[in-house]
């Protein structure tokens, strides 16, 4: 691998060897010898193409709240719910707290990464300098992502429909597959940030 840039160190997130920084070139990626674990991998127009997936995203999940999710009939009744619907099956009583764990996991915790990412990514862009506050803005991004569980919830009702398939007709609504496209999305999105070029882009452009 070719190297244009050298300076200062980087240090692998996972096992925490210490490299002397080298800066590849756009479409090469800088691997942990280690662990293998990617470390630095710069992609040419990356950030716009970010904030394009992460704009996906929020129509995605908005549009999937209110949407029919499942519809399921038996023996001449018939019932659908929505995104919505689940956040609120437990919303009275004493399972509210759970209700509102359940809301946050799946829509506001994703909504708030796609949100953070625009006021990151959005200034630079543009061609401006970084938003107030911008760098504080993605390590909130970066704490956030083992709390958005949207992929897991979507997972999570597959696993449950292939048991109630068995009792019932299940019929998938459109919000089902706006979910699925969203896990895909937010898959896309996390493999083409390079979080190495992020932080360097917001400290050059401060």
């Not at 023996?75 to 764990?101: I, Q, R, W, Y």
Request: net charge positive; proline share 4%.
């Amino acid at each position: 691998m070719s190297h244009s840039q050298q300076s200062g160190y980087i240090v692998c997130p996972h096992c925490d060897a210490l490299y002397v920084q080298h800066t590849p070139e756009f479409g090469e990626r800088a691997v942990c010898t280690r662990c293998r674990t990617v470390l630095i991998a710069p992609r040419r127009n990356a950030f716009i193409r970010i904030l394009a997936l992460s704009v996906t995203n929020l129509i995605l999940v908005i549009a999937a709240l209110f949407l029919p999710f499942l519809q399921i009939s038996r023996a001449g009744f018939h019932n659908e719910t929505s995104v919505m619907d689940a956040v609120l099956a437990f919303s009275d009583g004493p399972l509210f707290v759970l209700s509102l764990a359940v809301g946050a996991l799946i829509v506001l915790v994703p909504m708030m990464r796609m949100i953070l990412t625009l006021y990151v990514l959005g200034p630079m862009v543009a061609g401006r300098a970084p938003a107030r506050g911008a760098a504080k803005a993605f390590r909130l991004f970066e704490a956030l992502k083992p709390w958005s569980m949207a992929e897991i919830f979507v997972l999570g009702c597959g696993v449950a429909l292939v048991k109630v398939a068995a009792l019932a007709q299940v019929h998938l609504g459109s919000a089902f597959w706006m979910m699925g496209v969203l896990v895909i999305v937010v898959l896309l999105q996390d493999n083409m940030m390079c979080r190495w070029s992020v932080w360097n882009a917001l400290e050059k452009r401060s």
